[in-house]
């Protein structure tokens, strides 16, 4: 009997192809809004793959007795119950790097684009104003300090984007010491957290959602940061306090930000982001461009029919 395969996130076409011969593949994208649905078709699944918006806890689990690999289409893991996978012996598979420089270039384009603070002024021009005296107080990335909070894989190619435009770049990251080879051979000053808010033009965030990252920027350490920097957040919505922040952008302590994540996704009508001023909204695509999806897609499809393969 062929081992199924249940894909509840779109996937990309290529991929899912890849993994039909040999494998009962089925492939519903719809899924991620049916959970009554994913469930029934979960008792005979042998691997599960799915993006970030499937909840694999507890419940999940124990509907597909069969589970043995659970393919994640990203990076985040905050959606599956990791602890519970591993004492279940069910291996879990992020697509660690496939995705960076998708994020990367999202960051420093941001980070350009908020400095200058020139480029969302279409319907303003085509509604017969002429904001030019204001749009021309815009500044340069050019010899402007980058600050990321996390210096992993996203953070280390964000890092040379924005060398490329002429930024400093100040990194942040308690797992990586003073000494680590890491600083020299990217050319990245390590500072504390404190320094890089203080220091920093733009901030950018590269940490995963835990209790010790909720609400990592709060109102205090938003307030910390320069007057008029920037707040670029790629990494999970819990991370940044949403009113706090929209408090520091309504007050003009801010210069503007970029949010693709928030505490609640799809976000709801009633945010307190709705008519915040400076501020930059994306529906959770910082990595997800059609080259990214091409090689998130074969990079887990290829290492969960590797994982099923060795199990037969």
Known sequence: MMKRICISEFMD?????????????????????????????????????????????????????????????GVGLDNIDVAACRDRGIRVIPASGANARSVAEYVVTMAAMLLRGAYVSSAELAGGNWPRARLSEGREALGKTLGLIGFGDIGRQAAALAQAFGMHVVAHDPMLSADDPVWSATGVEGVALDALLARSDAVSLHVPLVAATRHLMNAQRIAAMKSGAVLINTARGGVVDEAA??????????????????????????????????????????????????????MIAAQVRQTLETLS
């Open 13 to 73: 076409p290529a991929a899912v192809q890849a993994l039909t011969p040999g494998f009962d593949v089925r492939y519903e994208p719809g899924w991620v809004d049916q959970r009554g649905a994913l469930l029934d078709a979960l008792p005979e699944a042998d691997a599960l793959i799915v993006r970030n918006r499937t909840r694999v806890d507890a419940a999940l689990l124990e509907r597909a007795p069969a589970l043995r690999v659970v393919g994640r289409l």
């Open 245 to 298: 922040l929209a408090s520091a952008l309504r007050d003009g302590h801010l210069g503007g930000a970029a949010l693709d994540v928030f505490e609640a996704e799809p976000l709801p009508a009633d945010s307190v982001l709705a008519g915040v001023p400076n501020l930059v909204l994306t529906p959770h695509i910082g990595g997800v461009t059609r080259e990214a999806n091409a090689r998130v897609s074969m």
